[in-house]
Every structure is written in structure tokens, then in C-alpha cells.
């Protein structure tokens, strides 16, 4: 299994560009999630997917749109990017968010974002 | 908002020394979970807590959940090179996501 992987790995933008990022998870997961970490920031909660077809916001939305048409893909797209989103963004999956065991979350390996 | 702290923000050790690292809540957390990311690496899951004044062990590593569910600490006992990274705590509070705290980067000097 390849867990979960995201493409692409390193992306240079322009202000005003758009693109999308794309993450796939190969261990049927129902939730998906997308995450930027700034330094000092730790990981901050973007936007999650609770199931094929669904989206929710997390603590930073603003700029990002996401879609989960398949139930092993979570897309988010930067429609115009902007300065502020130079991140390294992370996707991760789970099993379950309950309490119980299986919701670990398994990251992918990451995409380095800059905007200049 | 819901925050989750963490410290210290940076921990410089000699290898062999012990390693501490806090998690702290506002409010009431249902569970915590542990994650370690290694230098140009992705947070791996370390451990779970869910029951109030939990312990669990780990080889050398203790994790322990408060009596309030409030706050939760990670020991790493004779560190060891291979120790290194960043290490993030992250809650759950009474909503369904995990809210990471903002990590503890530890350095092992050998």
C-alpha cells in the first residue's frame, strides 16, 4: 500500500496564479483532511472531508476551495494565491474522528508551496 | 478559539538526558493524540489517550493524560539521537477535529 500520497511535491506560484493540489489515500478512509504548517505555527486544519461527496471548513478556509468527488481523493485549489499561503501543506486520513481506536491520522509527505 | 499549547517551543539535550514536553487546554478535551515529525518529514502517529489520568509507556517514552483532561505531557527518558524532531500534541474537543498544538522541536546532541 502506498498510504497516502500527494502531488506535487514543490510548486512555485506567481500572485494570482491558481492550482490545485491533489492527495490520494489507498486504505478506504472515510475522512480526509488538509493541513498547512507555517514555523511556530504548528499544523493548522484547512478544510476536512467527512466522506465521498462531502466538505467542511476548518480553522483557516479563507482563500482555499476543496472537493472530494471520489471517496481515495482530496483536491484543494488556491484560486488566486497570495504571499500568506507560502506553506508546506500536508493531507492526512483516518479510519473514524471518534473516540474509539482507527481514527490516527496518516499523513502524506507533504507539498512545499511558495508564492512569490 | 479553541487552542491547544504547547512547550517548550525548543528543547536542546545531551544524548542520555531526559525530555519533557506540555500540552496545554482550555477547556476539556475528549481525547489526545501524539505525533512525531522528523526533520523534512510528516507527523507520524505515536499514541492515543482518551481516559482521564491515563499513562501509557512506549519503550522510552510516557505519555500521560491529567485527571481533567486538560493538559497531557510526553517523557522521553535517555534520549537518543534517533529522538529527534518535532513532537505535536493535538485534542479533540467536544467538535469532531483535532486541534494540533504547536509543537515541541527537540535537538540530542550526541
Known amino acids: 500500500n502506498a498510504g497516502v500520497t500527494q502531488t506535487p511535491k514543490f510548486r512555485v506560484l506567481k500572485t494570482g496564479q491558481s492550482m490545485t493540489l491533489l492527495c490520494a489515500q489507498d486504505?478506504?478512509?472515510?475522512?480526509m483532511y488538509w493541513y498547512r504548517q507555517d514555523p511556530g505555527m504548528g499544523l493548522r486544519l484547512i478544510h476536512y472531508s467527512v466522506g465521498e461527496g462531502t466538505t467542511a471548513k476548518g480553522e483557516v478556509p479563507d482563500g482555499y476551495n476543496v472537493s472530494r468527488l471520489k471517496k481515495q481523493n482530496f483536491l484543494l485549489g488556491l484560486e488566486s494565491a497570495a504571499p500568506s499561503q507560502t506553506s508546506v501543506y500536508f493531507c492526512?486520513?483516518?479510519?473514524?474522528?471518534?473516540?474509539?481506536?482507527?481514527?490516527?491520522?496518516?499523513f502524506g509527505p507533504g507539498t512545499r508551496l511558495t508564492v512569490l | 478559539g479553541q487552542q491547544v499549547m504547547q512547550i517548550p517551543q525548543y528543547q536542546h539535550v545531551q544524548e542520555g538526558e531526559d525530555f519533557t514536553t506540555y500540552c496545554n487546554s482550555s477547556?476539556?478535551?475528549?481525547?489526545i493524540q501524539w505525533y512525531k515529525q522528523r526533520p523534512g518529514g510528516h507527523p507520524v502517529f505515536l499514541i492515543q489517550?482518551?481516559?482521564?489520568?491515563e499513562v501509557k509507556k512506549q519503550k522510552r517514552l510516557t505519555f500521560q493524560f491529567g485527571e481533567a483532561k486538560k493538559n497531557s505531557s510526553l517523557h522521553i527518558t535517555a534520549t537518543q539521537t534517533t529522538d529527534v524532531g518535532t513532537y505535536f500534541c493535538a485534542g479533540k474537543h467536544d467538535t469532531d477535529k483535532l486541534i494540533f498544538g504547536t509543537g515541541t522541536r527537540l535537538q540530542v546532541f550526541p
Open positions: 486504505m478506504n478512509h472515510e475522512y
Open positions: 477547556t476539556t478535551l475528549s481525547n
Open positions: 492526512a486520513s483516518s479510519y473514524s474522528m471518534g473516540l474509539a481506536g482507527e481514527n490516527e491520522q496518516f
Open positions: 489517550l482518551v481516559k482521564s489520568g
